[in-house]
């Protein structure tokens, strides 16, 4: 079992930076590629921001972030990291953290484990 908690989630003014973090429990943290995915504000779906392999060594990211945001891991402190420059108001939304084994990066229905996410509300 692997638990998650998320944090450093608020209130920005576009073009501002806030940095995500994601602390897990669990020996096997560094086994897992890990994930950030949003739910926008009257949103159905979680939608892929970006994953990160279980060495660190391959990132994935939508289009939209590319350029923007970029996600990290620190395996000795079993914490997974979402540095959000340039924010623009259609960043806003619950931001979720999640962790799998298997499956593509990008696919939220491959992930086993999620938080219970952080608000990130960007003002214009």
């Known amino acids: 079992q692997v638990q998650l908690v998320e944090s450093g989630g608020g209130l920005m003014q576009a073009g501002g930076s806030l940095r995500l973090s994601c602390a897990t429990s669990?020996?096997?943290?560094?086994?897992?590629?890990m994930g950030w995915f949003r739910q926008a504000p009257g949103g159905k779906e979680r939608k892929f921001v970006t994953?990160?392999?279980?060495?660190?060594?391959?990132?994935y990211y939508a289009d939209s972030v590319k350029g923007r945001f970029t996600i990290s891991r620190d395996n000795a402190k079993n914490t997974v990291y979402l540095q959000m420059n340039s924010l623009k108001p259609e960043d806003t939304a619950v931001y979720y953290c999640?962790?799998?084994?298997?499956?593509?990066?990008?696919?939220?229905?491959?992930?086993?484990?999620w938080g219970q996410g952080t608000q990130v509300t960007v003002s214009s």
């Open positions: 994953a990160i392999s279980w060495s660190g060594g391959s990132t």
């Open positions: 999640a962790a799998k084994l298997h499956g593509t990066a990008n696919n939220p229905g491959a992930y086993d484990y």
């Open positions: 669990g020996r096997t943290f560094s086994s897992y590629t």
